[in-house]
């Protein structure tokens, strides 16, 4: 039986990486007593994923998982049971079947980021007027050389708001990570940008 | 502290979070005793520590008193903290050192000595204890307080032994010291009444040219010349069991720990662990299965470690290991053994435990050769060994680890080469027996030096000169080239030499840690910061020449600079035990029935705690 979870990261816990975070998240499962299925093989391993990893350092209200269970529990009763055992800093928002036969990881097609900047809004409107004047392509160096990523193909929308910026990012292979996005907004890195993750939308 | 910020700007925040889960945040009131328990080494090292967990459970229970982890620093915090002012802080309350009223420290390892003077200057304690005023005092337990001259300079009191009891004893001193507003040194020696208790500035202590202990005296009545270590009685009654943090990171040792006995009476002549926690002491089946079930419920860990200093030597081992699989194997949990003995037992027992077969297994024959192995009394013979991987092979394994000591007492080049002649006789049988495809079959001989430890048959002698062991690693190395089938790890013979130096160290030897410290030395375990020159300065500076120091030997009549700290160890014993291994002459376990005299218990008072109705008789000194 699958399920998909949605479940938010916040506080100190923004300080763990991706793969500390999946296992809290096997801890907790075991903790909360889930009927766990394993993967076949040599090194089973339980079987969960999730969505999109998450940047050590930012904080998450939309992060999705799908999780597979041997018999079928309440989607209500799994987020109680989860909620009760996970360390404060990560909770379970939603969990509902996940009846879709593709991976979740191959359907993550947008997320949508709040950054926080310490600008007036006055200054953060002109910086995205420049930004629609200039249409700046970015520079990544990727394996295979050099590569040119065009800056609103990648940002599909970007509204400024209280204190930062929305932004629509397209996930594949000319995407851009939050930093870079916000560096070639701002022209730097400020020291206190925070990065949230609003929402990973699916295909 | 802007403490977000400091997160934001290392690597791995999760090290100084502090708040993991079933991570033990109290108020920090007055009149509670504070404790910063020390690791002197990285969170993922410290968090590893069974005895760290063990006394942060202890401690935090009690109203009184709290507990909170203290790590070192890695280098890219240690240079945000200086840069920008700040205090080394505790994980859980964020406070500085000196807020505390006890800093404790454990001594794990010798390399580990320079970071505990780095983290006392970080966190604002005045490093000199003869210069300090008022709180914090300084502590130190471990092993390495059985040999604690080398840190007297900057530790106001050690305390010998397991810690779990003692701590309450000293809580209750501390407590009323605050209440009554006792003079520092007045607390200090009220400390100093507790057995196992161990005051450095109250004695004065002195040495002749060749590094012999001619005074150990005391300068108050009443105060002993000879320290008898502490035992938790509690142990064996469940008290001791070891906080069930759990870490964000990946650890060294990421898994529920269970202790399942304590001490190991097999008597090994090189190994230090096997002197210092005798006597043997196995918990019930039923307290160890209660045990782990409970640390489970809170942490729902991947894997269970029974973990003891030889878990194959526990007699419900497989009793124990198959409920646990039975009660667990469902949720996806391993059982893990360390330290596994070399019979063919421990081949089933990994077998049976293992529903992976990818993990190497590793033994430990210590020497290439039967004269060697009786010289320290590794009772292990090849034919078990040959037995052993012989069933290994068998059950699937393709690959197994070997380790080995060079530079023993007595060797010759012979049991040198024995190392690699019998890692070839693994390899082929792995090729005969275990029919491994070629290119699979896999032989890792891990080869570390010989460093003599206190309180073991060895303490009298010095380790080998550096060009004896680079050549002896010539030798090794030789011969392990022309065979393919075998991977050969040799360690760095520089730490040895430092190892070697400090761990029979005496008071003089301070000057130099506090002078290597200035210039710079810390994480001296980790090759990556070890730097043999700075230590080699610092000796030189203080008139010592580092090679010669970690090389002198002392003769069987002469007074050893540790001795006063045995714990319990009879020198009898010990001696006796040099001659044996001179003679090639082995002892046997004591747990088989007969005493063999090392003097622990009737010095303790107690006698080994065996399940099954298994007896010692005639217990002697
Ligand atoms: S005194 Fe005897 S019984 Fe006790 S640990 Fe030593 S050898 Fe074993």
Redesign the interface.
Request: no cysteine.
């Given at each position: 039986m699958k399920y998909l979870l949605k479940y938010s990261r916040g506080g100190?816990?923004k300080?763990?990486?991706h793969?500390?975070t999946m296992?809290?998240f096997?801890?907790?499962?075991?903790?909360a007593n889930l009927?766990?299925a394993?993967s076949e093989g040599?090194?089973?391993?339980?079987k969960f994923s999730i969505a999109l990893p998450l940047a050590?350092?930012h904080e998450s209200q939309g992060e999705l998982m799908e999780l597979t269970l041997k018999q079928f529990l309440p989607p209500e009763e799994i987020k109680e049971r989860l909620n009760s055992?996970l360390?404060?800093?990560f909770k379970v928002l939603e969990v509902k079947p996940y009846l879709d036969d593709k991976s979740l990881m191959s359907r993550v097609s947008k997320v949508v980021y709040r950054i926080k900047i310490n600008l007036s809004n006055t200054e953060l409107l002109a910086r995205k007027e420049k930004l629609l004047t200039d249409k700046p392509r970015i520079v990544k160096n990727t394996k295979r050389g050099e590569k040119q990523i065009d800056f609103w193909q990648a940002v599909e929308a970007l509204e400024v708001q209280e204190n930062g910026i929305n932004v629509v990012i397209r996930v594949g292979e000319n995407s851009l990570r939050p930093e870079e996005v916000a560096k070639i907004f701002l022209g730097y890195l400020p020291?206190?940008i925070e990065y949230i993750r609003e929402e990973i939308i699916l295909s | 502290m802007n403490f977000a910020k400091l997160l934001a700007l290392v690597q791995k925040p999760a090290r100084y979070l502090g708040n993991e889960l079933n991570a033990v945040k109290k108020p920090w009131e007055k009149n509670l005793v504070k404790i910063a328990f020390c690791f002197p080494d990285l969170y993922e090292v410290g968090m590893s520590h069974l005895g760290l967990r063990i006394l942060y459970e202890t401690v935090n229970r009690r109203d009184d008193a709290l507990l909170e982890r203290v790590f070192a620093p890695a280098e890219d915090m240690e240079k945000l903290l200086r840069e920008k002012g700040y205090f080394l802080f505790s994980l859980e309350n964020k406070k500085p050192l000196w807020e505390f009223d006890l800093v404790g420290f454990t001594l794990q390892y010798e390399l580990s000595y320079s970071n505990i003077l780095n983290m006392l200057e970080l966190g604002g304690v005045e490093i000199f204890a003869e210069k300090r005023r008022g709180w914090p005092l300084v502590m130190a337990g471990g092993p390495g307080a059985f040999n604690p001259e080398p840190l007297a300079d900057f530790i106001d009191f050690f305390v010998l032994g397991e810690g779990e009891e003692v701590v309450a004893e000293i809580i209750e001193v501390v407590k009323e010291a605050k209440v009554k507003g006792w003079e520092r040194n007045d607390t200090l020696l009220a400390l100093a009444q507790i057995p196992g208790v161990y005051v450095p500035k109250f004695y004065r202590v002195s040495y002749d040219e060749a590094g012999r202990l001619t005074e150990f005296m005391p300068l108050k009545k009443d105060l002993p010349v000879k320290f008898t270590k502490r035992i938790a009685q509690g142990f064996l009654s469940g008290y001791s069991l070891p906080s069930p943090i759990v870490p964000y990171l990946d650890i060294v040792h990421n898994r529920a720990m269970v202790e399942i006995m304590r001490g190991c009476s097999r008597g090994c002549r090189f190994c230090q662990a096997g002197m210092i926690y005798r006597p043997v002491r196995e918990k019930t089946p039923e307290l160890v299965l209660a045990e782990a079930e409970k640390i489970m419920e809170k942490t729902g860990y991947e894997e269970i470690s029974l973990a003891s200093l030889s878990s194959g030597d526990y007699p419900y081992i497989r009793e124990v290991a198959k409920k646990l699989l039975d009660k667990y194997q469902e949720a996806g949990v391993n059982i893990s053994l360390p330290s596994l003995r070399i019979d063919t037992f421990a081949v089933d027992l990994a077998s049976e435990l293992q529903r992976v077969r990818k993990a190497t297994l590793t033994f430990a024959p210590e020497a290439g050769t039967q004269r060697m192995r009786d010289i320290i009394n590794k009772g292990v013979t090849e034919e078990d060994l040959i037995n052993t991987v012989k069933a290994a092979f068998k059950a699937g394994w393709q690959a197994i680890k070997l380790y080995f000591m060079i530079g023993l007492p007595y060797e010759t080049d012979e049991d040198v080469a024995g190392i690699i002649h019998l890692a070839q006789k693994v390899a082929d049988i792995g090729v005969k027996e275990g029919r491994v495809p070629r290119g699979r079959l896999k032989v890792t001989v891990s080869v570390s030096n010989f460093v003599p430890k206190p309180h073991t048959p060895f303490q009298w002698l010095g380790i080998i000169s550096a060009e004896e062991i680079k050549r002896r690693q010539g030798i090794l190395e030789k011969l392990a080239k022309k065979d393919r089938r075998l991977s050969l790890k040799m360690h760095d013979y520089r730490t040895s030499l430092l190892e070697a130096a400090l761990s029979r160290a005496d008071r003089r030897i301070g000057r130099v840690i506090y002078r290597a410290h200035k210039l710079g030395a810390k994480f001296d375990g980790w090759q990556e910061y070890f730097n043999y020159e700075l230590w080699q300065k610092a000796f030189l500076e203080e008139g010592f020449d580092l090679e010669a120091y970690a090389r002198r030997s002392f003769s069987l009549d002469d007074r050893l600079p540790w001795e006063p700290f045995a714990g319990g160890i009879s020198q009898r014993f010990l001696k006796k035990e040099y001659r044996d291994a001179m003679a090639g002459k082995n002892t046997a376990d004591c747990r088989e029935g007969k005493c063999t005299g090392c003097g622990v218990c009737p010095a303790l008072e107690i006698s080994p705690v065996l399940t099954g109705g298994r007896k010692v008789s005639e217990i002697f000194a």
């Open positions: 100190e816990l300080y763990i990486s793969l500390d296992r809290v096997e801890r907790a499962f075991r903790r009927p766990m394993f040599f090194n089973p391993h339980p050590l350092g055992v360390p404060s800093g020291e206190d | -």
